[in-house]
C-alpha cells in the first residue's frame, strides 16, 4: 500500500520505531530510519531493510533534542527520496523518579524528545506534505496520554501533550489529505520497559518480578505484553486507504488497560 512513497521513522534503531520502519517498508515504502546505538548495528538493520523488502533505506544521526537536526533530518529524506509521505514520530525515553526529585535536565530532555520532537518534525514536512495533497503523520503516543502512574510526571506530561498536538494538526491538515493521529501503547516489551525496571524496584521498594507482575502487567488485563509488531501494524493500517477518513485519533493497544 506504500508503493513509491516515503517515510521518516524516528527512533527507529530499537524496539517499535524498528518494528514500524520494517512495517513501511514491508508495504513498499522508502525508509529513513533515525536513532542512537552501534554503527555497525544501524548499518546491518538499514542494508536488511533494502535487501528484505526492495526498497531504499537511509540513516539519519538527528537528535531529537536538536531541533536545526529534525529539520536536515527531513530535508534529507525529501532529498534522497524526493518526499516525506509519511512521518513517524516516535524517539521517546523514560525516566522514573518522584516528582520532588525529579532532575530538571530529565525533565527537558524528555519535553523535548518525547513532545518538541514531533512538533519540530510536523512543522517541517508539513509544506511538503500539503504541496503533494497527501500525508500520513503517525506519533508513538502511550496509555500513558490517557492516563497516569506516579513518578513518571515528564513522560506522562510530555504524551498527554502529543495526544493534543495530534488533534490540533489534525483539523489544520484535515482538507489537505493529511491525516494525524497517534497510537497509544499499553506496555510492550522492548529496551524502554525493561531499562526502567531497576528505577521502578527502587521507586516503590519492589523486586523485579513483582516490576513485572504486580506494576506492569497489573496495569494491562489481558496479562501480557504489547508487541512491537502490532504496534506497527495499527500504524500500516493508518496509512492505508480505509483509514481516509480516520484524522485526530489516539488509538489504544493497550490490552485494556485504559478500559479500568
Ligand atoms: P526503545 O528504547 O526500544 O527505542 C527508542 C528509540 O528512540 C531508539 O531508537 C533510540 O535510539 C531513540 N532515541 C532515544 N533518544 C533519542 C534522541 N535524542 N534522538 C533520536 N533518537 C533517540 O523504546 P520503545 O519502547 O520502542 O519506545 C518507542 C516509543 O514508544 C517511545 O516514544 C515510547 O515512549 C513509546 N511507548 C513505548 C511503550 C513501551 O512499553 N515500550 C509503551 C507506550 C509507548
Known amino acids: 500500500i506504500l508503493q513509491s512513497k516515503s517515510a521518516v521513522v524516528t527512533g527507529s534503531t530499537s ?20 536513532g542512537f546505538g552501534k554503527p555497525e548495528d544501524i548499518e546491518k538493520e538499514r542494508a536488511g531493510i533494502e535487501t528484505e523488502f ?17 529539520a536536515t533530518m527531513i530535508a534529507d529524506a525529501e532529498k534522497a ?5 509519511v512521518l513517524v514520530n516516535n524517539a ?4 522514573v523518579s518522584p516528582i520532588e526529585d525529579f532532575p530538571i535536565d530529565k525533565w527537558d530532555q ?16 508539513v509544506p511538503g506534505m500539503k504541496a503533494r495533497g497527501w500525508g500520513r503523520i503517525i506519533s508513538t503516543a502511550s496509555a500513558h496520554s490517557l492516563v497516569a502512574s506516579p513518578f513518571k510526571s515528564a513522560y506522562v506530561a510530555a504524551k498527554h501533550g502529543i495526544a493534543g498536538l495530534t488533534k490540533t494538526a489534525a483539523l489544520e491538515l484535515a482538507t489537505h489529505g493529511v491525516t494525524v493521529n497517534c497510537i497509544s501503547p499499553g506496555y510492550v516489551w522492548t529496551p524502554l520497559v525493561e531499562n526502567q525496571i531497576p528505577a521502578t524496584m ?5 523486586t523485579r518480578d513483582q516490576v513485572i507482575n504486580d506494576v506492569l502487567l497489573e496495569a494491562q488485563p489481558t496479562k501480557e505484553f504489547v508487541t512491537p509488531e502490532e504496534v506497527a501494524a495499527i500504524a500500516v493500517f493508518l ?13 489504544s493497544v493497550d490490552g485494556g488497560w485504559t478500559a479500568e
Open 15 to 34: 524496539g517499535i520505531g524498528l518494528a514500524i520502519a520494517r512495517a513501511l517498508a514491508a508495504e513498499g515504502a522508502n525508509v529513513l530510519i533515525n
Open 54 to 70: 526492495g526498497v531504499k533505506a537511509i540513516y539519519s544521526a538527528a537528535d531529537m533534542t536538536k531541533p536545526a537536526e529534525i
Open 81 to 85: 527520496f524526493g518526499a516525506v509521505d
Open 92 to 95: 521517546g525515553i523514560q525516566f
Open 110 to 125: 524528555i519535553i523535548a524528545i518525547n513532545l518538541s520532537a514531533a512538533f519540530h518534525a510536523i512543522r517541517a514536512a
Open 202 to 206: 527502587a521507586s516503590r521498594g519492589l
Open 239 to 251: 496509512c492505508s486507504p480505509a483509514a481516509k477518513q480516520m484524522t485526530g485519533a489516539n488509538l
